[in-house]
């Protein structure tokens, strides 16, 4: 059962995402051992598969490197949440095809290490513990298409197809 | 209703007569701007789908400045990946180590990028251009590689903030401590999703250097981007560059233009302000606080240029850098570091006992040439103050003017660079 990180923190930035001393590498596996190292040393021991984070507003501010989207993917993290997201960071994400959810209910309604149950077609986040359902809005359109292109790149050569 | 100069600079490439914030559009782009650390990545992606072209080898610039002289050889293999594809593909703005610096000071000195145009870059401080009057942004990798292989990207057309600057700014205050200012008011993502448009009669009156320092730092509130309408300051800027007012378009926000918000300043009212640890906006007066630091550090793509560095001979001329400070100034291009040699500036930097560095975004990102240890005190010109942002994460850092760090490697501990006005020394030598 997948479970939840919970950082209250607001302005949570890629440099404490991946810090810079890690992107001579963008081997998305190399990244993952430094994933959010600078703000939790202990996060890369305890996240496993599909689990998701939950964080404050304005999460992934500052560089526009995608290796903060690679770390966390290739930890294990299935998702995020948070009140909002920095601009390049979410882009980054949508063009990943990784889901990442602007809600704020998810703060309160999780504790850290709660298990979690994720239906994103239905656009819920369940915590198991308390039987509480949040439910999110779903990704725009257009990052939908992205995602079920496979990623911004897919999507880009699929509608070149399309046209020729 | 009218429009922005952001919202005219879209419609105009999309080739519509308007168009709205929260429209999505598939953006054609001028110029893409390419580095080693995050071009690699997207190169290897186009390669591994077999997208193997640029969309125009003519609109693509490549200056590796993050990791050069290269450090190590994880550095070199980036640096060789960014040379090796600009001769595969025949990029044809290639800026050689020796012959560039920091890429987006170097691009706004070529005269290749204009008023009117888009720009993207796999570099948050893309909007740094915009002090051009055009549309840059920093995106990631994958935007990058589309953009070399498409020449668009997406972009949802932004709404603006309009931040009015009026009146004089003190002597000794700075357009960082002006920027420091509005981050600190506005927050760290105050203008999240947001144009940052400056406008007043303070920045009419601004250089080109100081309007720079304004956009590049649009990111560290969330801003998309930064811009300012072209005026005589900027056309001169060109001129002495080679271009010609027919080569681009100038484009001005109409009087009913609709802005999310309209933040008003005071120029007057600016103090030198340092951004405390860990966030751009945790602003306060130079000096309130008697901090000792043990770096001092001038350079970056926001405070790296001449005329920061003219600032700083101010005050280090016929002075010492502290016994426990080390101070590092990075000039910002190759131009600026021989200006600074034309000037005199680098021997007042030696005999005052601080060291000079290659011309690249250095210690500003942890990456080398001044990274911080464990709990070491820094002052900085750079853009950034996050946790781990110039190394070790037990360390401080505070953001200031390039100013205000010379002052306070001068006395050991952070200083209002006022202290140093000549009306202010005047009465410190008397009172001696």
Redesign the interface.
């Known amino acids: 059962m997948p479970k939840v990180f919970v950082y209250q923190r607001e302005h949570i930035n890629t440099d404490e995402i991946i810090p810079a001393r890690y992107l001579t590498s963008d081997v998305e596996a190399e990244l993952a051992q430094h994933a959010m190292e600078d703000l939790d040393g202990s996060f890369v021991e305890r996240a496993a598969s599909d689990d998701i984070l939950i964080c404050g507003e304005d999460f992934g501010c500052g560089s526009s490197r995608e290796h903060a989207v690679w770390a966390i993917r290739g930890a294990g993290v299935q998702a995020v949440f948070a009140p909002s997201f920095a601009r390049i960071f979410y882009r980054n994400a949508i063009n990943n095809g990784y889901p990442v959810f602007e809600n704020r209910e998810v703060l309160e309604a999780f504790e850290d290490g709660d298990e979690a149950a994720l239906d994103i077609e239905a656009g819920t986040l369940t915590n198991v513990r308390t039987g509480r359902v949040v439910h999110f809005a779903p990704l725009p359109d257009f990052a939908l298409d992205i995602a079920r292109a496979g990623g911004l790149l897919e999507y880009l050569k699929a509608k070149e197809v399309q046209h020729a | 209703m009218g429009m922005t100069i952001s919202e005219k600079i879209l419609a105009a490439k999309v080739g519509r007569e308007k168009v709205v914030p929260g429209e999505?559009y598939e953006v054609p782009i001028d110029w893409v701007l390419c580095h080693e650390?995050?071009t690699?990545?997207a190169l290897?992606?186009?390669e591994a789908?077999g997208?193997n072209r640029v969309f125009d080898p003519s609109r693509i610039v490549a200056i590796p400045d993050?990791?050069v002289p290269a450090m190590?050889i994880?550095?070199a293999?980036?640096y060789q990946k960014l040379k090796s594809w600009v001769q595969e593909f025949g990029i044809q703005h290639w800026f050689e180590v020796g012959r560039a610096g920091i890429a987006h000071v170097v691009l706004e000195g070529t005269g290749l990028i204009k008023p009117g145009e888009t720009l993207v870059s796999?570099?948050?401080h893309?909007c740094n251009a915009g002090a051009l009057g055009m549309f840059a942004t920093?995106?990631?990798?994958?935007?990058l590689?589309?953009a070399i292989?498409?020449g668009k990207v997406?972009f949802k057309v932004p709404e603006t903030m309009l931040i009015r600057v009026t009146g004089e700014l003190q002597e000794g205050v700075t357009p960082k401590d002006l920027v420091l200012e509005v981050i600190k008011r506005i927050g760290?993502?105050g203008a999240?999703?947001l144009v940052m448009e400056w406008v007043g009669d303070t920045i009419d009156r601004m250089d080109m250097e100081g309007r720079f320092t304004l956009t590049n730092m649009a990111?560290e509130a969330?801003g998309?981007t930064g811009i300012i309408a072209v005026d005589d300051t900027t056309r001169n800027f060109l001129a002495a560059r080679g271009v010609s007012p027919d080569q681009y378009t100038e484009h001005r926000s109409d009087p009913d233009a609709e802005y999310q918000v309209v933040v008003d300043i005071d120029a007057s009212e600016v103090e030198p302000t340092v951004a405390y640890p860990h966030?751009p906006s945790n602003g306060r007066v130079a000096g309130s606080d008697k901090i000792r630091v043990d770096q001092a550090y001038v350079g970056s793509c926001t405070n790296g240029r001449i005329s920061d560095l003219r600032d700083v001979a101010r005050i280090l001329r016929g002075r010492k850098v502290a016994d426990h400070v080390r101070m590092i100034v990075v000039p910002a291009t190759q131009a600026v570091w021989k200006q600074a040699v034309v000037e005199g500036l680098m021997e007042v930097f030696v005999d005052a006992g601080a060291t000079v560095s290659y011309p690249s975004c250095g210690a500003c990102?942890?990456?080398h040439s001044g990274v911080l240890g464990p709990n070491d005190v820094c002052i900085s010109s750079t853009n950034?103050n996050?946790?781990?942002?110039m190394?070790d994460?037990s360390a401080q850092i505070y953001l200031a003017s390039p100013a205000t760090v010379a002052a306070s490697a001068v006395r050991g501990y952070i200083t209002d660079p006022r202290e140093f006005n000549e009306s202010h020394q005047a009465v410190a030598v008397s009172a001696d």
């Open positions: 999505l650390v995050t690699p990545a290897r992606m186009l789908r997208m993050h990791t190590d994880k550095a293999k980036l796999g570099d948050s893309t920093g995106v990631g990798s994958t935007d590689a589309g292989y498409s997406w760290a993502d999240n999703y990111i969330g998309k966030i990102l942890g990456m950034r996050f946790v781990g942002r190394g994460p």
